[in-house]
């Protein structure tokens, strides 16, 4: 990285079932004072904002942080999808790296448009091609699905493996009060509910939920100058899109992001000047079990072909060799799209600064994140304890 990045400061709210959360503005709001109280920064020297958002409108980022200040700042709207928090993050990131002393990123859920056309038609397109197409089954799982069902058919990848992924989530949410589902589950559970596409059953897809996060970043200057808290710096980051692979190839695990995230991820070890084999803690994207495991061998934690192997020995889980989404992940901390990314990378921070509580995990220098959205976008930030 051209200029040291800290990360002073991070906060959310609890996650929460749809329809049992406060509005977007007032979540968003929270979530950003929480940051600044957590910084021990005010408002005011905040110079810009980065507001993720997914599906509202126009200027959802005013409208919660009016709640916290009229400054003046600029305040810019991102909408990336899935990956929209990380997106933000990104920016605010190239804005220190740029001159800036101080930001704020912040990410919230919105309502739902279902009146313009939708902007991943060219993978539903390719997906109807490559596996068709089942009408009574989500599109977003057919698609992860249909990436899980590859890897099978490549690798012999058995079905509870993937449910295995789910059993890990809920064990280690337990932990984690932010997260929406806490209560144990076996992996008997896991396959016996509903099956939803491919070795998808239901309680291996993230449940749509609500909530809100954000995090400050700051030069290295600024921090010595204000005396912050300087133990948490970005060493690399990466934002990828699609190449042609991910439609040439007939591969339903590149449709769903392979390829971008081993491009995001091999450009960010670069960066760092660390490996796979370095990284102790990851929170990565499982907005379904499949895409937990494809993602595994698509950040090097595990060579191709291997997830299932990995996941048996435990090496994705406490006394294993990456603990992956300690918080508990989608899968169980939840999903509020836009929020999702900055909820990563405080529970990534927290480890960091040794905060995680029961999740913490011992020994961590580097911290990996993987944010994935389709359509698509994938960004993959890595975190240094100073």
Known sequence: MSKSVQVVGVGMIPFSKSGASESYPVMGAQAALEALKDAGIDYHKVQQAYAGYVFGDSTCGQAALYRVGLT???????????????????????????????????????????????PTQLFLDTMRDVQGVDENAPRAAQLFGGGGRTHMKMFGTKAETFARIAVKARKHAASNPYAV??????????????????????????????????????????????????RVKIAGQALTTDSNTSFDERDMRKLVGYDMARNAARRVYEQAGVGPEDIRVCELHDCFTANELLTYEALGLTAEGTAEKFIADGDNTYGGRVVTNPSGGLLSKGHPLGATGLAQCAELVWQLRGQAGARQVEGVRHALQHHLGLGGACVVTLYEAA
Do not use: W, Y
């Open 72 to 118: 003046g700042i600029p305040v810019v709207n991102v909408n990336n999808n899935c990956a929209t928090g990380s997106t933000a993050l990104f920016l605010g990131r190239q804005a220190i790296e740029s001159g800036l002393d101080c930001v704020l990123v912040l990410g919230a859920l919105n309502a739902v448009f279902t009146d313009r056309e939708d």
């Open 181 to 230: 589902f806490r209560d144990p589950i076996s992996l008997e559970q896991v396959m016996a509910s509903p099956n939803i596409f491919g070795p998808l059953t239901r309680l291996q897809c993230c449940p749509p939920t609500c909530g809100a996060a954000a995090a400050i970043l700051c030069s290295e200057d600024f921090a010595k100058k204000h005396g912050l808290d300087r």
